[in-house]
């Protein structure tokens, strides 16, 4: 749904401000603006934008007032009438709102928006009278009169100036020549604040004085693009102009090149300190300043010093090159200058201030083909100004949804189907939308807008008009941009319903016939030639005739004649003198027939007069008429009647037979054939002498239309059975384009696995469409008893359906029928659901009753079925049962209509219910429960709509109200759905679809989309929830514009989809700017905190399987990472030998180089000091130190687990770690480490498991740690030598501790509702604790605390489990007050001077003003919250687990459970990304041919690629809901650079091939019905090899996507690895240009010789090698690896499980093993360096790069990749020292092995030909 269309229908969300209308009257509002409350209320209704002149209705000037020569004209420019003001003196001349000097506008908005054009050679002047908070009045004055910058008191006058861009540039005055559109955007706060050092109140009054053009004036606390409007760029982080503020953009033309934009002033911008080249310069420039200086942006862009302030407009040079050279790059490379949209905040607007500027080494492309997001890099900054979408108050996008396909056809009518002139495409209707189809691609476009279904379309013989009539009277037609889509005319028809329309070729003329009001038949004609150039429709004729009117056709000769056909009647018409006459033609024996269409033709002879057309009509008894148009007389008449043929299989067809005819509904006609379609359900093709039939096409109903394409080619057929295709002659091939129900659709269902979509409908019919083609794949059909609802197995292929007998069936989609049936009910099934994990399934019923089935085996069974469940009257609805994603709690509503039963889903025990019957005081009636909805499993939400118009918000573990959506719509509301980031819900409200921000808790209200014409009866998310599916009348599918992702980490999730050719799903796409690392010092960005997403659900298979209870994933809930900290689980290799000993790595082969990632499992494990610039954090083992602005880092390891938590000492020299114990240590351990050496001063071991804090008392002699729940210890440790001075046993979980700051001797511990103060008594060297509790009130309700800080002395701030703040008085040891500060747990509270910080589980991280809250102490229990008020907010893509700010709260770094690390600007309202990595398991790392680039593929579903000099992420593909599992770069033989490709595994057995260069997935295939587990190219790139967990080897076409060989001798053992060497293999007696291998985990490898040109695969050797009978291992096995030598073409390598841990090396030429290297652990992975001798072995945790031959190695050296399974994000980078080896045996032992900083285990190989060494683990590059 497009901008445009919802500016029609239901107003913008800019618009919304007019349902205020009057709200403050002139004279009043200055008032009301001056105080504090009533400025507010003067913000809500003006909240987004006001229109000022329809608000005062300028157009009436009764509230407003003109003098002189003011008019009304229409711009030529912008199409639409504006204001003309006008005269030689400008005080005699203006337009002056309000009326009256003594009123006051009372306009609260920020800024003002004032779309006008300075008349040619002219002056103008525009008067701003502006109020100060202090009611102080200030006039603003800008005028191209005024030749300097003035400044008194009460009046700014600031001079307009416009240059033109040519070399003389002190050309001022009046506008020139050309002065275009101008949108100027004044910042009225900031023109006070700089100018006067005033503060804004209001905007007073406006006079707008001569000479110029005004549009419109426009107030708004938004900060709005204008070169960006609607669903344009949709995807860009900027604020777009709303729809009825844009100017309008002619296609292939950029808005700069029209118009101008003016920021004014420009000092709320900063823009480089040096010019920047773009790509693309505007035309004009903003000049501030004491002299002309351009800036290469239409932006103002420095504060002006010394108030040498004159706006200056540049006009371009016939010369000036608008264009710089760009130098070729090896990636796509797209500069983008956007300017900020300064959003205001939901929970108050007008605080944000305008962003500085941003250099971001990255840039967004849309790509239009695709359709994909995606990212690159840039080695030249580019200035980006990107918003933060976290704090917008509303969508960003809007629109959030855009229309993407629609399964259906007709609705009103199945008659209306058309060609396009050129054949290339189809329009047809479907119910209240216009749908145009391209028969080659099957890609939809839509014009939308109508409200009623369409009964009649026509469209010129050029493709510029289309025109359309809608159902319901009285009709209203429109007229559209056939081209753009743009709705051109709408305008109401004489006509009470319109039947047909008939364009004439040139579009000219429109005809159309109806029934008036009386019922009487009624002919029209209007004048439309005009419309495309501005003009309106005119209606030139009108007739009203008695002769009853099927079918009308304008003649493509002379569009003055037309002729229409009916009940006994044909008749030619004509147009003239303003009349329309007609005249009968004479029928003779047929005037009795019921003629149902026509269609002309020329002539034989070619005569060009418009008599001299032939009109062929065609009736329901089989005849049909020739007629002679110019001697109107019958010249041939033919009947068709069936007659059976003996032996035929079909009727044939003969003319002029007695007997019945064929009922013929309609024909077309071209030069040489006649199409006919008939009541029988056959299309034929006839001669035009009707001698026999050339073709025929029988469908399942009867044809209702029938069109022959415009190159008689073709022929367009459509059924009232609600099918569309069309017949190709030449190839004799029938296409179906559209099927449809023929009903309304009652209820859908999703398949997540193969991308289906089923659906219900009146028509008695069970549908199955795949979502991709939207083409009808099944069809169950059920004529006794109709299906209700429907649901699909979450992992067979079968579905259940309910009918209204109360059976419930299964249905098996491979074999086409029913599987089981059940009869447990005893009215019509009304609601029907299964389990996530498929296991059950459950059932109602109208009368009441819930049934049971287990689903675990195909043949399902009855559990349970209890009577008086549900309630009984309750409607068929898709919402009427609701399963918990977690598959644990079924939700209904029953026993009666105003009660919601929450139960096991297992036990059917009834855990709660929730009685929400209310009295509606509308109605006066009770309100009940229409429909319910769970949220995902980590919020516990239940949602529910009632009949009084509201959706409910309930935890659903108690029952209590969490917040309510009133007024969501009129009438109640049948479906609802919550996406499963929790960020949109999604209604059907009646006939549109709405969606609200849930994340947001003020949200301005819902976006509403319409395109239905009956009530939507069912929304649901796709299961990547890329899209949205609604069904009503028709089933639509709307593409997400925004981010959402099944994401456990709430609110929200990264932009991803699917980036496929076309128009094909979006299911990849690259991440977005704030997706990437900082590029040097920390800038702040508009970019919103992506919030990456994990699977939402376990996937199938060993190898694609992961528990994100074990991974790095975030946790499902909140909470828990607040209590503790659970490390990655690291498991002791299970196939190293127990106590071996490894030798240092002290001058070893390996260094680490650089690491990009960030331990979000931890809590408050990151620590800044901004006086210092000292930074660290940690990331799994390593604790990171890191340069902000060179980039460069220390790494400190020695953990020998994962650490949990860091704390910096107050002098920051000292700073300690902590981690959890491992398999070698059974107690944790503490590091202190010397900060200005980094070397680690002390080791302590601490009996508790895991350290769950860290803190130094102020004068830094002591330092507490706090061990987690399973330890429940307290202990304190002197600094001096570190011994442990006190110990405490805790009785219950403490979640956090700390100093008081200004009283060593006092610590405070937060828990499960108590707040212990503990006093330090010194008694020599011991020190004792004095405890002292105090529970928390339970008016603050709170639970748990979960945070604390200090403030103020002596105040205490506890953040809460439940969202709360409540503040103690230490001295008193009470709590005082208490505030909501969040709907989730707080985790962090920071506090310095009178702001306070917190964070929280749902992301949010919020800045408080708390400076008079230590006034409130002296109250007591009395003291109120509402002192306390929130400053700014913004939304990051995790829990916040730390923080570091500094003093001022100004800046800060802030950590999330995402594993992302933030820099914060409070003051600028930004928040840049400076460290993330991936945030799951990474599988894969591959490399570019030239070695400038990396891949790496992960667990997220994301493959990202590096630069591997800076190692800086340059573009990320990301598919939802699977995990990427392998990798393969395209080799260098393949084609140029540019042509690089990725090919990417996938759990669910696809396969993905990305385009490197144009960013973009060029092909999905699916060659595996499993997981794969490994992919390579052939040597020359043309052919794809895949292994999967099945043993299966496809051969696979990544320019074509199929499948052309499957290799089955592995099956049973899953594929390791494929390696490809190119190799002649002649010396090995087989034919090929390959050679390659696949080794499987049964300890088997096979060697083939291929080539795939000529298709030929031939086995050359198989190698099985032993496994022993026992293994000194746990768990899996290692795998299987094998490779090939690199510089012997004859040698093998394998490692994997055997008798001995070795590699070996296999020559196939001599068929044996030449050589074993004896190896101290298992192999986890292998890879061989193809630039030097050396081969790298990866193990569980340990790794060692022996040598590889006895010859001296080359410059180059290579080390192999890790995989770690429960280690998070993390990218290590290591720098290679070599040596020179000597024999296999003598590298053996020269190397090393290098227990790095990893946490897990070695499991995959990677191979790169380059110098740099890489290692991927938890992301780990060598």
Known sequence: MTAEVMAEVAPLPGSRCQASRGVLCAGRAEAKAGSSSG???????????????????????????????????????????????????????????????????????????????????????????????????????????????????????????????????????????????????????????????????????????????????????????????????????VTPMPREMTFPVPKGESWHDRYIHIRFPRDSLKVPSKPIEKSCSPPETVLLGPGPQPFPCPVASSKPVGFSVSPVVQMPSPTASGRAPLAPRPFLEVSLSQERSDASNADGPGFHSLEPWAQVEASEVHTAAADTHVLTHESAEVPVALEDTGSCEGFLPDPVLRLKGIIGFGGHSTRQALWTPDGAAVVYPCHAVIVVLLVDTGEQRFFLGHTDKVSALALDGSSSLLASAQARAPSVMRLWD???????????????????????????????????????????????????????????????????????????????????????????????????????????????????????????????????????????????????????????????????????????????????????????????????????????????????????????????????????????????????????????????????????????????????????SQDRTVRIWDLATLQQLYDFTSSEDAPCTVTFHPTRPTFFCGFSSGAVRSFSLEAAEVLVEHTCHRGAVTGLIATPDGRLLFSSCSQGSLAQYSCADPQWHVLRVAADMVCPDAPASPCALAVSRDGRLLAFVGH??????????????????????????????????????????????????????????????????????????????????????????????????????????????????????????????????????????AVFLWDILATTESDQSFPGAPPACEAGPGTGPLEDAASRASELPRQQVPKPSRASPPRLGVCARPLEGGDGARDTRNSGAPRTTYLASYKSFTPARVSCSPHSAKGTSLPPASGGWLRLKAVVGYGGNGRANMVWRPDTGFFAYTCGRLVVVEDLHSGAQQHWPGHPAEISTLALSHSAQVLASASGHSSTTAHCQIRVWDVSGGLCQHLISHRSTTVLALAFSPDDRLLVTLGDHDGRTLALWGTATYDLVSYTCLPEPVHGVAFNPWD?????????????????????????????????????????????????????????????????????????????????????????????????????????????????????????????????????????????????????????????????????????????????????????????????????????????????????????????????????????????????????????????????????????????????????????????????????????????????????????????????????????????????????????????????????????????????????????????????????????????????????????????????????????????????????????PPGCSSQPPATRSWCGRFSAAEMQQGLWCWASRLVTPGTWAQAWQRSQVVNGPHAGTGQDSCKSPGASCCKFGDLKIL
């Open 39 to 237: 400025g507010a209320m003067a913000r809500a209704w003006q909240h987004p934008f006001l229109n000022v002149f329809r608000h005062f209705r300028v157009d009436e000037w009764k509230r407003s007032a003109k003098q002189g020569d003011v008019a009304v004209v229409t711009d030529k420019t912008l199409k639409c009438a504006v204001y003309r003001i006008r005269g030689s003196v400008s005080a005699a001349n203006y337009i002056q709102l309000p009326k009256s000097s003594t009123q006051s506008l009372g306009l609260t908005g920020r800024y003002l928006y004032v779309l006008f054009r300075p008349l040619p050679s002219k002056h103008f002047v525009i008067h701003l009278d502006v109020s100060t908070k202090d009611n102080q009045v200030i006039r603003v004055s800008f005028s191209n009169l005024f030749k300097e910058f003035k400044s008194t008191a009460t009046w700014l006058q600031f001079p307009f100036v416009l240059e033109a861009r040519t070399p003389r540039r002190d050309v001022v005055g009046s506008a020139p020549p050309g002065a275009r559109w101008t949108c100027l955007q004044l910042d009225l706060q900031d023109v006070l604040l700089v100018y006067l050092n005033r503060c804004y109140g209001h905007l007073k009054g406006v006079r707008l004085c001569a000479s110029l053009l005004v549009r419109n004036l426009y107030t708004s606390d938004l900060c709005f693009e204008p070169a960006i409007s609607g669903a344009q760029w949709a995807k860009l982080p």
């Open 482 to 760: 056939f081209q753009t889509g743009r709705c051109l005319c709408l305008f109401q028809s004489p006509m009470h319903v319109v039947c047909s329309l008939s364009f004439s070729d040139s579009g000219a003329l429109l005809c159309g016939v109806g029934k008036d009001h009386h019922g009487r038949t009624m002919v029209v004609a209007w004048g439309t030639g005009q419309v495309g150039l501005g003009g309106e429709v005119v209606v030139l004729a009108k007739a009203h005739t008695d002769f009853d009117i099927q079918a009308f056709r304008v003649t493509f000769l002379d569009e003055t004649r037309m002729a229409s056909c009916g009940q006994g009647s044909v008749r030619l018409w004509r147009l003239r003198g303003g009349a329309l006459r007609s005249c009968p033609v004479d029928l003779g024996e047929h005037h009795a027939l019921q003629f149902t269409d026509l269609a002309f033709k020329q002539a034989q002879d070619g005569c060009p007069e418009p008599s001299a057309a032939m009109l062929f009509v065609c009736s329901r008894s089989g005849h049909i008429l020739e007629i002679d148009c110019q001697r109107m007389v019958v010249r041939h008449a033919r009947r068709l009647l069936p007659t059976q043929t003996p032996g035929g299989p079909h009727p044939q067809k003969q003319t002029f037979s007695l007997g019945p005819g064929i009922a013929i509904s309609s024909l077309s006609v071209s030069p040489a054939v006649c199409a006919v379609g008939s009541e029988d359900g056959f299309l034929r093709l006839w001669p035009l002498d009707f001698s026999s039939v050339l073709l025929e096409a029988e469908h399942e109903g009867p044809v209702s239309s029938v069109r022959v394409s415009p190159d008689g080619l073709r022929v367009l057929s459509a059924t009232s059975s609600g099918h569309l295709g069309f017949l190709d002659t030449l190839s004799r091939v029938y296409h179906m384009l559209a099927r449809s129900h023929t009903a309304p659709v009652l209820a859908l269902a999703m398949e997540q696995r193969r991308g289906q979509l089923a659906t219900v």
């Open 896 to 1033: 009666s209509r105003c009660t919601v039963t929450v139960m096991g889903s297992a036990s059917l025990d009834e855990l709660l219910r929730v009685d929400i019957g209310t009295l509606d005081l509308a109605s006066g009636r009770l309100d009940s429960a229409m429909a319910v909805c769970f949220g995902p499993a980590a919020l516990g939400h239940l949602l529910v709509s009632t009949s009084s118009n509201r959706v409910v918000v309930l935890d659903a573990a108690s029952g209590r109200v969490i917040r309510e959506l009133p007024g969501v719509h009129p009438e109640p509301c049948p479906s609802l759905t919550l996406s499963e980031d929790a960020r949109f819900l999604l209604i059907a409200a009646g006939r549109t679809v709405k969606v609200w921000d849930y994340a947001t808790q003020a949200s301005p209200g819902p976006q509403v989309y319409i395109g239905h014409s009956e009530p939507v009866q069912a929304v649901a998310f796709s299961p990547d929830q890329q899209q949205v599916v609604s069904a009503g009348d």
């Open 1304 to 1744: 060593a001797g006092e610590l405070t511990c937060v828990g499960q509702g108590t707040v212990t103060f503990r006093l330090l008594q010194r008694r020599g060297a011991d020190i004792s604790l004095q405890v002292h509790r105090e529970p928390v009130p339970e008016a603050v309700g709170a639970g748990e605390l979960t945070s604390l800080c200090y403030g103020a002395p002596p105040l205490l701030y506890c953040g809460t489990s439940s969202g709360q703040v409540c503040v103690w008085d230490t001295r008193a040891g009470r709590c005082f007050l208490s505030w909501e500060a969040d709907d989730g747990g707080i985790g962090l509270l920071l506090f310095s001077g009178s702001r306070l910080v917190s964070g929280s589980s749902t992301g949010r991280l919020r800045l408080w003003a708390v400076g008079a809250v230590s006034e409130l102490r002296c109250k007591g229990s009395g003291a109120r919250s509402s002192s306390v008020f929130m400053e700014h907010e913004l939304l990051l893509d995790g829990a916040v687990v730390s923080a570091s700010f500094d003093d001022s709260m100004d800046t800060g770094i802030v950590g999330t459970t995402a594993g992302t690390l933030w820099f914060v600007s409070w003051a600028e309202f930004t928040s840049t990304r400076l460290i993330s990595g991936h945030r799951s398991k990474v599988n894969e790392v591959v490399f570019s041919p030239g070695e400038s680039h990396g891949a790496t593929c992960s667990e997220d579903g994301s493959v990202r690629v590096w630069a591997l000099a800076s190692m800086e992420l340059v573009i990320q593909f990301q598919v939802l809901n699977q995990s990427c599992l392998c990798l393969a770069w395209s080799p260098p033989c393949c084609g140029r650079r540019e042509q690089q490709r990725l090919a990417a595994g996938y759990g669910d057995g696809s396969l993905r091939i990305f385009s490197v260069s144009r960013t973009a997935m060029e092909l999905k295939m699916h060659p595996h019905p499993v997981a794969l587990t490994t992919v390579v190219f052939s040597s020359d790139g043309q052919t794809v090899l895949s292994g999967d967990k099945d043993g299966l080897v496809a051969v696979s076409h990544p320019r074509t996507g199929t499948t052309f060989r499957v290799l089955s001798d592995h099956q049973g053992a899953p594929i390791s690895t494929i390696c490809v060497t190119c190799r002649e293999c002649e010396d090995l007696g087989v034919e090929g240009t390959d050679l390659w291998l696949a080794a499987s985990g049964d300890q088997r490898v096979s060697v083939w010789a291929s080539d795939w040109l000529r298709n030929r695969c031939e086995l050359v050797d198989w190698l099985s090698f032993p496994m022993p009978a026992t293994m000194e291992t746990q768990g899996h096995l290692p795998p299987s690896l094998a490779a090939f030598c690199p510089w012997d073409g004859a040698l093998l390598m394998y490692v994997g499980p055997g008798v001995y841990k070795e590699v070996i090396i296999y020559n196939f030429c001599q068929k044996q093993v030449v050589e074993k290297i004896p190896l101290p652990f298992f192999a986890m992975s292998l890879s061989l360096s193809p630039g030097t001798h050396l081969l790298a072995v990866g193990f569980a945790g340990l790794h060692r």
